[in-house]
């Protein structure tokens, strides 16, 4: 699991090849810290197929509201790029997110 901050957002995501989930979450977010075990797990299970990153929008607040991101937790795939689909505040629960992977692997 990569720690994104505003330094290596664009290297790691926006030209990164593939796809990309990154996590946004920010360390008062109760749904946030009750998902993240599950999408360390996806990291351990598919992360030889899709990159893992998670972004705490606290230390990037500017580089979240760019995103897009207004309520948490989200969860963006990118493919070469390009955010091609997420998951934000309900929407976002473990099975939800491993359905998103497996469309990307």
């Known amino acids: ?19 990309v989930l990154v996590d946004y979450w920010g360390p008062t977010c109760e ?33 979240a509201i760019k995103q897009k991101v207004l309520g948490l937790p989200a969860i963006i795939i990118y493919k070469d790029g390009q955010e091609v689909e997420r998951l934000s505040e309900s929407q976002a629960t473990a099975e939800a997110v491993e359905e998103m992977v497996k469309k990307y692997i």
């Open 31 to 63: 749904p946030c810290k009750a998902l993240m075990p599950h999408v360390h797990a996806l990291a351990e299970k598919y992360g030889d197929k899709v990159k893992f990153a998670s972004l705490d929008i606290t230390k990037a607040r500017r580089l």
């Open 1 to 19: 699991m990569i720690e994104l901050n505003k330094d290596n957002f664009e290297e790691e995501v926006l030209k990164a090849e593939g796809p």
